[in-house]
């Protein structure tokens, strides 16, 4: 039997395609983005502890109480800005889940949106599913900044919703004060919503904040700001994340949760309030990841491939367009089998597959990964 697909042009995804390659050929995985490593002892622990008390039922649709509340000093602390826990606050299953709600909730059919690629590839379906058009923009090479021109160029009186990443995946590009000051000044005036995914929000190095668009008065009123614990933990598998947005847009993004997921998993919430009443629990966060790319990026000046050093993210783009005119699809496949390091091509964050010659790498992974891994790559020249 076959039916009308309403996603025809959506298959399995590379994330999926280049980890079980990894797996198949027994290659240390770069590919997909999660963590390689374990999360505190002290926040299972408060899970287990949940669960065995008997937090185990359903949870308020809109999250318990007490972590919309620290999120309420959480976000206070991290970026000087008061939301408010009742009305702004929404705990949901992933950020994955905070981003489709958030579009499903401002967009009907023939509504554009406009999308910066490379993009995470969780935007495109849920405009799509909508009815709404995603105008694609692509980002400044070389250093991926946003092309404020053409985006301005591409507004209109269709426009509803423009979809951000900061800081961005893949390409580790993290949104400066002026970045934040050109989209107010594009939307200030338009009914144009925003949805920032801010997965990464914990992930910066050299000491360059994140800019959350909270902290923009003209920006704050007008975007769901999406975020995941499972990224900032190290809990991936847990799809546990949040949205904050103003009280208008909270109402209904709160009436599509409430039929996607209705509430999210219980004791996972318990144990996560308790974990974030610890700031330093987030706050060394950056700590630990700029050792992470500081190894990474050391090692991977060997392999030939050129670089900016990621500002942010757990992820590193390269380019070998100096090296070899392969597709980038070919290069990620022939490195899984004959390097044995699986690392994901960029054409994939592409509607068509635009391939600019660069690839991906996770470096979330223990240190020990990333040392075999780059001294792999120093063989890499014997690919081309
Ligand atoms: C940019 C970006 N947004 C959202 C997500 C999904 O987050 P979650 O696992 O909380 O749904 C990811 C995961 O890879 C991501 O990279």
Redesign the pocket.
């Known amino acids: 039997m076959s039916i009308p697909s309403k996603l025809p042009q959506v298959g399995t995804t590379i994330f999926t395609v280049m980890s079980k390659m990894a797996q198949d050929f027994g290659a240390i995985n770069l590919s997909q ?1 999660f963590p390689g490593f374990g999360s505190d002892p002290v926040l299972l622990e408060l899970v287990a502890k949940y669960t065995l008390e008997g937090f185990n039922q359903y949870a308020p649709m809109s999250g318990i109480p007490h972590l919309r509340e620290i999120m309420v000093e959480k976000t206070e602390r991290c970026y000087g800005v008061k939301v408010d826990s009742e009305t702004e606050v929404t705990i949901v299953s ?4 905070a ?1 489709f709600s958030a579009v499903t909730s401002i967009i009907k059919p023939g509504d554009e949106v406009i999308v910066l690629e490379p993009a ?1 590839d ?1 935007y495109e379906p849920s405009i799509l599913l909508s009815g709404g058009i995603p105008i694609h923009i692509p980002l400044k090479l070389p250093d991926f900044s946003v092309d404020w021109d053409r985006v301005r160029s591409a507004v209109n009186y269709k426009t509803k919703l423009i979809m951000v ?1 900061s800081p961005h ?1 893949p390409t580790g590009y993290l949104w400066t004060q002026e970045d934040l000051n050109q989209l107010a000044a594009l939307i200030s005036d338009r009914d144009i919503f925003v949805v920032s ?1 801010e ?2 929000e914990h992930i910066t190095f050299d000491g360059r904040p994140h800019l959350s668009l909270l902290t923009h008065p003209v920006l704050r009123e007008k975007t769901f700001v ?1 975020g ?1 614990y ?2 900032t933990f190290h809990v ?1 598998g847990w ?3 949040f949205c904050i947005a103003p009280e208008a847009l909270t109402k209904e993004f709160r009436k599509i949760h409430q039929f996607v997921t209705f509430s999210t998993v219980t004791p996972l919430q318990h144990a996560l309030a308790d974990y974030l009443k610890t700031p330093e629990h987030y706050e060394q966060i950056p700590a630990f990841y700029q050792k992470k790319r500081d190894l990474f990026v050391d090692g991977l000046k060997e392999s030939g491939l050129s670089f900016t050093p990621a500002e942010g993210s757990f992820f590193q783009m390269a380019s070998y367009a100096h090296l070899s005119d392969m597709s980038d699809r070919e290069l990620a496949e022939r490195m899984t089998k004959e390097l044995k390091v699986a690392c994901i091509p960029v054409s994939a964050f592409y509607h068509d597959h635009k391939d600019d010659k660069l690839i991906r790498f996770c470096f979330a992974k223990e240190e020990s990964e990333l040392q075999e891994a780059l001294g792999r790559l120093t063989n890499l020249a014997s690919l081309f």
């Open positions: 983005g992933g950020a994955t889940e981003i995470y969780s990443n995946n995914d997965v990464y999406c995941s499972g990224k991936t799809k546990i994340g």
